[in-house]
């Protein structure tokens, strides 16, 4: 198995619980919720590659997802495609990015 990144949104309630499904062996960053943290994603995958999964565990509602201080949605994701482009790079040719998210009424 290869390398799995997870990123996890400070403010998701019982991280605990939801590594225990993560890959064994995942690097595991928790971001602050007052922080950019699509930002800090491309930060922590610029330069490397093989990654097989990046999990994002957030919050969110229909269309978007909450990173940090951030609301990521389709406007976000078509203005964003150099970061876009980082993550992609990261990940080997049959990779996947991962999004777990707790949907908010």
Do not use: C, W, Y
Request: aromatic share 4%; charged share 20%.
């Amino acid at each position: 198995m290869g390398m799995s990144f997870v990123f996890i949104d400070s403010r998701v309630v019982d991280i605990d619980s939801l590594l225990v499904d993560m890959p064994l062996g995942s690097k595991v960053a928790i971001f602050n919720a007052a922080s950019d943290d699509l930002d800090h994603i491309v930060a922590s995958l610029q330069g490397r590659s093989g990654i097989d999964a990046n999990h994002i565990l957030s919050h969110g509602s229909f269309g978007n997802v909450a990173l940090g201080d951030s609301v990521i949605d389709s406007v976000v994701l078509a203005t964003h495609a150099i970061q876009l482009e980082t993550i992609r790079q990261s990940l080997t040719e049959s990779g996947d990015i991962v999004l777990n998210r707790r949907i908010d009424h």
